[in-house]
Every structure is written in structure tokens, then in C-alpha cells.
Nanobody, 114 residues
Framework: QVQLVESGGGLVQAGGSLRLSCAAS????????MGWYRQAPGKQRELVAT???????NYAGSVKGRFAITRPNAKNTVNLQMNSLKPEDTAVYYC????????WGQGTQVTVSS
């Protein structure tokens, strides 16, 4: 079993920055890829960004150029640096990882005020 724990959400003004972190623990063989999804009120959960341990990344068009995903130790951690935040980025952000199945964190709230 794998547990994903997020940290780093909060309230920020438009144009500001936040950094989310996620650490995986438990029985880990190779959790790959890892990434972030988000869900705004009344909307479906959507992809934000994913990264393989080898550094291949994928971003939603709405965040490309503003967000950066990294895997610091290439294994059990994934970070999301969010810059130039907009009110439409307000959502619950979920850490995601794949190891013989999908795993999700509990989510962290990001609120961007205008």
C-alpha cells in the first residue's frame, strides 16, 4: 500500500506563487509517474502536470509556462511550483502516483484571490 501526503497549499493573491510538495511512503517499488490533478467547485478533476522519474513532463495547456513540476529525488517525491497564479487556479490539488495501480493524496486547498 502507498500513501501520498501533500503539503503547501494556502491562500495567495493573484500574481503570487505557491509551492506544493507530495511525499510517498509505504511499500514502494517504483511509483512512476507522479503528478498533480486539481478539482475546482462544480468541475471535474483535471490534469495539472505529471512527471516520470526520468524527467519527462506533461502539462495542461492552462498552466504551461507558469507551473513547474519536479521530482527531487526521482523516486518518492513530487513538487509543483506555481507562479503567476490566477483566480481560476483556485481548486483542491491532489497528488497522484502510479504503482501497479493509481494512488491519490487527500488534497490540499489552493485559493487565489483577485
Amino acid at each position: 500500500q502507498v500513501q501520498l501526503v501533500e503539503s503547501g497549499g494556502g491562500l495567495v493573491q493573484a500574481g503570487g506563487s505557491l509551492r506544493l510538495s507530495c511525499a510517498a511512503s509505504g511499500t514502494i517499488f517504483s511509483i512512476n509517474p507522479m503528478g498533480w490533478y486539481r478539482q475546482a467547485p462544480g468541475k471535474q478533476r483535471e490534469l495539472v502536470a505529471t512527471s516520470t522519474s526520468g524527467g519527462s513532463t506533461n502539462y495542461a495547456g492552462s498552466v504551461k509556462g507558469r507551473f513547474a513540476i519536479t521530482r527531487p529525488n526521482a523516486k518518492n517525491t513530487v513538487n509543483l511550483q506555481m507562479n503567476s497564479l490566477k483566480p481560476e487556479d483556485t481548486a483542491v490539488y491532489y497528488c497522484w502516483g502510479y504503482q501497479r495501480g493509481e494512488y491519490w493524496g487527500q488534497g490540499t486547498q489552493v485559493t487565489v484571490s483577485s
